[in-house]
């Protein structure tokens, strides 16, 4: 089973977790398409881990002020060592039929 993405094949096995404000945590590494996490073949803790490490994403910002909260590099460090996690989980379940990488954030960093 391939996810459905914006190619020109309208699906895809390469999948990029990264986070992003209000968006799932997956995405087509070729059309950089969010793709639907209850797509995917995998188990439901799988799902909900990926749906939860999404929801946590910019904890390190203050959305009212814009600026980074105190700690906001740890908080972003741990945050991007879940994801690796969650990205080595996806690899294990997918198995070989899926490429996936993961793309850690970088916003405590500038």
Known sequence: MRANCGCKEGTTTNITIEGEFGADALWCTKCTYNLDVEELPVSDSIKDALLDWAAQYGVWIDL?????????EQLEKTHNAAGQVLADKLKAELGIAYTIQFTPSVMSAS
């Open 64 to 72: 009212e002020t814009n600026r980074l909260v105190e700690d906001a």
